[in-house]
């Protein structure tokens, strides 16, 4: 054995019998400490495999009754046996987009007011309560939006809202979701440039803005990007913060503040409910979220990777 | 000329305001945003939070929230345990043997996806390998989707915290005649303790207020159900779910899910503070 073999290369052989053998088992339980570890590090390995085939296997069946046409039709209609992914991807898509647009620059603004302009004294606190705030489950969020948005935009934008629910209205409460995430994010990453090149900037007559601007935004360009297409991913995956306010239409409707659905609200709402071929296109719509959402998280963490490595 | 006179300062002092403001216009906005669900979330639910809320099952009229506070806590305790031990293990390897190897690049870009994967399909993956198999939804199924969703968490708190215990400690350790995994266990998990302490109760606080990967796994229940995992098992999420939409009709209901929505929102936050807390304290 290859630990016998060390101990006595290592010159222990002139122990006795009982040290020898007490050493060599402790020598044993290392390797299998070490083995026992890895098995469960490897699990996470199988996990995505397994979570990956048990999709392919369980939406199988609809793929192979619809294959592309999967993508192409634009409605969901289960009485009539009709499954188009179109509608939810084009909602998942559109609702992600809006959650962005408005998240980012309210984030980044959030972000350098934090790390640029706060008194000192509001620093900790208020960075301390973003963090909070990201920990909200998302149900209240969705929630909020059905009591309290939904109908302020219906009273508000009567002509743009006619019933508050609909895709914007998704997301706006996805954004609202982000915000705190991004926020976060993004502070950190800022805090990250060293305080000198602050410094110099600043020693060379730049204002706040252009400090912020030409020095530490292009310094940590990988981080910030990366926070966003964090934000991004949970946003595409987000259920609850949806389903309640996006309409629940599964026919496709090309605007932007009409009722539509997304992939992961038409699966909490249909899926229980489902059984053969639906519940298997719903399977599909899950596999395709994953594969979506895959990519997206891809992109960030090497984004993310490459700028942390830079500076820490 | 004074060169505060000069059109550039003027125009640059200009823009520094301008810009200046716009971010703090998005901080008030952000804020309001974020403190007005706040304040909706505690007028709407601390009217009907009562003591018999914490102590009665659900029911269509009247009720309380009893038996969903109790299988929520039940599922996430039982989750957060398997997960720390698999995460815990995963993660120790992770900082501890995998060097600079592939295979330990390629765990911690897997583990880096599950950590941010949508929810819902942790449901759907757990349903299709348990829910099928097994013929029926049940509290084991919650438990699996809850652990699948925490490990990560605990992988990754694990891994960070091992790697800010310095090798001097480790190679005095050795020093002293002691096996690797002896160091692992006595030297390295004391120092790094309230660190992944900390990881874990984030994670507690993360799966308490899931929904979505429960929908298909544990489903619901308005029964008292205090240990059998085996049958469906009533949850939080959940009740608050079903109440704002199927149950839509009955106004009790809703606002039922408000006051639930009210106690879990402040249990995690007080997890969360509590985390917080605790990792200042040991650091």
């Known amino acids: ?312 | 000329m004074d060169i505060k006179q000069t059109p550039l300062y003027r125009r640059r002092k200009r823009l520094n305001q301008l810009v200046m403001v716009l971010c703090q216009l998005a901080t008030v906005i952000g804020f309001v945003f974020l403190f007005a669900i706040l304040f909706t979330l505690v007028t709407k639910g601390i009217g009907s939070i009562s003591p018999s809320t914490f102590v009665e099952r659900t029911r269509m009229n009247g009720g309380g929230l009893g038996n969903a506070i109790w299988g929520t806590f039940l599922m996430t305790c039982a989750a957060t345990v398997i997960g720390t031990v698999i995460g815990v293990a995963a993660g120790t390897w992770l900082a501890e043997y995998s060097g600079k190897g592939l295979m330990a690049k390629v765990i911690r870009f897997i583990n880096d996806i599950l950590l941010s994967a949508p929810s819902i399909i942790i449901g759907l993956f757990i349903y299709a390998v348990v829910v099928v198999p097994m013929g029926n939804f049940s509290g084991w199924a919650g438990v699996l989707a809850l652990t699948v969703i925490i490990v990560p968490v605990v992988i990754r708190s694990t891994e960070d915290m091992l790697r800010l215990i310095p090798n001097s400690l480790r190679e005095a350790a050795a020093a002293l005649g002691a096996h690797r995994w002896w160091i692992i266990v006595r030297v390295c998990y004391s120092g790094a303790r309230a660190g992944i302490m900390t990881g874990i109760l984030l994670g507690f606080a993360r799966i308490s207020g899931e929904t979505a990967p429960l929908l298909f796994t544990s489903l619901n229940s308005n029964q008292w159900n205090f240990f059998d995992l085996g049958s469906e098992m009533a949850n939080l999420p959940m009740t608050i779910y079903q109440n704002m939409t199927i149950n839509a009709f009955i106004p009790d209901l809703v606002a039922l899910a408000w006051g639930g929505a009210l106690i879990l929102t402040a249990a995690i936050l007080i997890l969360n503070i509590a985390a917080r807390y605790f990792s200042r304290q040991r650091s």
């Open chain 1, 1 to 312: 054995m290859a630990t016998t073999n060390a101990i006595q290369a290592s010159g222990l052989g002139h122990l006795s019998d009982a040290t020898r053998k007490r050493l060599q088992r402790k020598a044993r339980i290392d390797v299998w400490f070490e083995r026992t570890l890895f098995a469960f590090a490897f699990a996470v390995l199988l996990l995505l495999g397994a979570i990956i085939a048990s999709l392919m296997f369980s939406s199988w069946p609809a793929i192979q009754r619809y294959g592309l046409d999967f993508f192409t039709e634009n409605r969901w209609a289960a009485n009539v046996e009709v499954f188009g992914a179109l509608p939810a991807i084009y909602g998942t898509l559109l609702t992600s987009f809006i959650a962005i647009v408005i998240a980012v620059p309210v984030s980044f603004g959030i972000a350098i007011f934090l790390t640029e302009q706060c008194p000192g004294f509001l620093r900790q606190p208020l960075g301390t309560l973003i963090e909070l705030l990201a920990g909200i489950p998302s149900i209240i969020y969705g929630m909020w939006g059905m009591e309290v948005l939904a109908p302020l935009l219906r009273t508000w934008f009567p002509t743009v809202f006619p019933a508050g629910t609909g895709l914007a209205t998704a997301g706006i409460i996805l954004a609202v979701m982000i915000i705190p995430f991004i926020t976060a994010v993004t502070r950190d990453v800022i805090n990250t440039v060293p305080a000198v090149m602050r410094e110099s900037a600043y020693g060379l007559g730049c204002t706040t803005w252009e400090v912020t601007r030409r020095v530490i935004l292009p310094s940590v360009k990988g981080g910030l990007v990366g926070g966003v297409v964090l934000g991004l991913g949970r946003a595409l995956g987000e259920t609850m913060a949806v389903t309640f306010v996006i309409g629940n239409n599964l026919f496709l409707s090309t605007t932007l503040t009409g009722q539509g659905t997304s992939i992961a609200a038409l699966i909490a709402n249909q899926f229980s409910e489902s059984d053969g071929t639906q519940r298997s296109a719903l399977l599909a719509l899950g596999l395709i979220l994953f594969l979506i959402t895959f990519a997206v998280l891809a992109f960030a963490r090497y984004l993310l990777r490459n700028s942390t490595g830079r500076h820490a």
